[in-house]
């Protein structure tokens, strides 16, 4: 049953493309190296794929500036290297390693938490410009000094998470004018806007590490609703991270409309990316399920089924 989503013809139970809320949790998560983790990979190939195209864009509309490039162009290179390091440290700890414990990551650290020090020479040729960056630099050390400060108290057994992040940044209001019409071909605005596009892309991967590591099993209505392709048997998991091959998971269901949970233990059979949708397929296998447990959730995907009718006909 490994490859139960692929054989079409010998399926036993039907799949359905159905959303459903999900949790889920390594039966043995990362205890035995020098942080807490789940050892899930944050930067899937979708995900790399999405940064690389983010950060191509950037270079070539970085290349179409003239005024002034000779100052812009190091403030840019380094936002993004600093950028960068926020992504190399995420994927560190992601794994059970923690950075604050090598001296040369410990240099990289605080650099990242400096944040784009660069830009203080744009303070005087180009002040609107400066403006733009020192927003843009409030928003990234804000979420880097929050990971910091996680890492400084997290031990093996418990990843410490920081709630106190500001949600709401003016640069997200100012460069919303950059994707008008007006500033369309303007180098130096899609220059911004797309760096402040891969600082986010980065920081969207932050918070999905965070959200991970929440534990939700109390409030069932609070987990995500997220894309799979569900059978009685297992279902394909679709989500930007890929969780390995063989991981050992405790698996929880919320099914909205009956207000019914089910919990059963799961193991990944398969990763698979969906370019497409820009998603990773994680195939997990139903350890032993019950005749009732299976019984739900074709249930379930019935009233799914007749949801969408209904919808259609109206």
Same mark, same amino acid.
């Given at each position: 049953m +490994? ?7 010998v399926?036993?139970?039907?799949? *359905? &493309? ?14 035995? !190296? ?15 794929? !999405? ?13 179409l ?15 993004? /290297? ?36 660069? *830009? ?7 002040? @609107? ?9 409030? @928003? ?23 709630? !106190? ?6 640069? &997200? @209001?100012?460069?919303? *004018? ?26 969207? *991967? ?7 590591l929440?534990?939700? !099993?109390?409030?069932p ?5 997220e894309?799979?392709?569900?059978? +009685?048997?297992?279902? +394909? ?42 998603v990773e397929s ?10 009732? /447990? ?21």
């Open positions: +490994a490859h139960w989503f692929e054989k079409n013809e399926r036993r139970f039907p799949r *359905i &493309d159905m959303p459903v809320q999900v949790f889920v949790m390594p039966v043995s998560p990362i205890r035995d !190296k020098q942080i807490y983790a789940l050892g899930y990979d944050y930067f899937s190939p979708t995900v790399t794929r !999405k940064l690389q195209k983010a950060k191509n864009d950037l270079n070539y509309w970085i290349r500036i003239q005024e002034q490039k000779d100052i812009l162009e190091p403030v840019f290179q380094e936002a993004v /290297d600093l950028t960068d390091t926020f992504g190399q440290l995420i994927r560190m700890v992601s794994t059970g390693t923690n950075p604050m414990k090598d001296v040369a990551e410990r240099q990289n650290i605080q650099a990242m938490i400096s944040g784009f020090l660069s *830009i203080q020479t744009l303070r005087g040729p180009a002040p @609107k410009t400066f403006e733009y960056f020192d927003m843009m630099n409030q @928003k990234f050390i804000a979420y880097t000094q929050n990971f910091v400060e996680s890492l400084s108290q997290s031990t093996q057994n418990q990843f410490k998470i920081n709630p !106190k992040i500001p949600t709401e940044f003016e640069i &997200d @209001k100012t460069l919303a *004018i950059f994707q008008t019409p007006q500033f369309e071909q303007a180098p130096l605005a899609q220059s911004l806007y797309h760096l402040a596009k891969y600082i986010d892309l980065h920081i969207r *991967i932050y918070l999905s590490f965070l959200k991970d929440v534990p939700r !099993k109390s409030s209505t609070s987990w995500p609703k894309k799979t392709s569900m059978s +009685a048997c297992g279902m +394909a998991l679709k989500v930007n991270k890929r969780i390995p091959i063989h991981t050992k998971l405790e698996t929880l269901l919320y099914f909205s409309e009956t207000k019914e949970v089910l919990k059963l233990k799961s193991t990944v059979v398969r990763n698979l990316s969906l370019f497409d949708e820009g994680n195939a997990l296998n139903f350890d032993f399920p019950t005749d009732q /447990d299976q019984r739900l959730i074709e249930r379930q995907q019935e009233l799914y089924q007749i949801s969408r009718c209904l919808e259609l006909v109206m």
